[in-house]
């Protein structure tokens, strides 16, 4: 696989676009239903911008759909009736192989990171989750995919979703006890930036130890005085209520464990 | 202040023991129940190990009591009976200023970070928060935090126990995300450190947006078909629960506010 065409211009297709650009794969046509997005991530990458599917390049190797997961069956359905024999793979962590192809192999070409336009991403490390119809249309994709990650996996549909639902828990929940954190410090007027050594610590620590071991803290300690502190503290009743939830899960999973 | 006294031999005592060891200030007495405790600890900093507080040496400028929020009241009485005209000042978080000193001066000295034994902790940028009886106090803390770390300030017992408030969020809670993510992942086979890049790139984020700003997922996108597949994943019905309290309280907190 040498070309690629990218369907749709989301932050995924956004930044696979430029790291396989930067790679010297040859990008032949960017497709999203806003024509103005198509250009403007064409012209960065040297492609030709369209806004109709019937319209994308269709001697391309690769057409990489990422799309919402609402949309991924219908755009499959279309590109099937316009390219023949090539590969079209979704970019989704919980939407399963696409089944439905007539014409072309389909795959899975799933890039396990948080993805903003105003932040580079460093891919070196970013785990490149494979899946396909074939033993060969998987091996091409690794191929690609080694081509700026040094994290290539196959894993199945099934274990995929199983990795999406962690990730939101690991990614998505961790930002938003740490937006919580955020909320309480603004209360009495203290900056968030005096936690981020602690977060940071808190991160780095896993380096070396599972989560588990690494935790620490009231509920860790069972020290119920300070977990009343903090309730008390607490003026927000969202707030209280998720403090309690996830203090009696430590303790309970600290304990019978 | 030149001469230090620790008080407790865990964590905490531990960390602050050997930066202020390295650091060129003399350690006098090392205090433990346990004396073989406080004999290790001691023999690593060049002190005395005393395991009786009135056997502490009555010399040092500053005795830090880094001891169970339980424990502190009692061995500051204990202390004012064997030291006087000195500076006695615990570390914690979520006690507030001890104000029944008669022949000392009271004080807190806070750092904020998550220690280990096993990690070591590189001090110049983890928050020392003061507070003490007078600005003498608070002053001469300052300058003896200023010798390790590069972020020394000075705030009330309000303020600190919201802080500490905030922390248990930032630090613990967001470890118990992890630790779910764990627990979930292992279910399928699957290795915690799949997710590393991803939550090492969440964190890293925040040096550039606030969390608010910074969330992604399927709850910040109210993707309830993805939600609904997650909730259909999740076996453990406290996994369960966790998960749709947060994201409800996701969707809640970016529509609201």
Known sequence: MTSVSIIGSGNVG???AHVLCRRGFEIHSCFSRNFSKAETLAKEVKAEPVDQLNQVAQYSDLYLVAVTDDAIT???TELDKVVVGKTIAHTSGAFPLVTALKKNKSAVFYPLQTFSKAKKVNFS?????IEADDNVQEKALETLAMSFSS???RISSEQRAQLHVAAVFACNFSNHMLYLSDTILKEKGLNFDL???LVNETISKLNSLPPKEAQTGPA???DQK????HLALLSDYDQKKIYQIITNHILKTHKTQ
């Open 14 to 16: 956004w930044h696979l």
């Open 74 to 76: 219908a755009v499959f």
């Open 125 to 129: 490390n970013v785990p490149i989750l």
């Open 151 to 153: 994290r290539v996996q």
């Open 195 to 197: 936690l981020m050594p």
């Open 220 to 222: 860790m300690r069972n």
């Open 226 to 229: 300070t977990i009343e502190k």
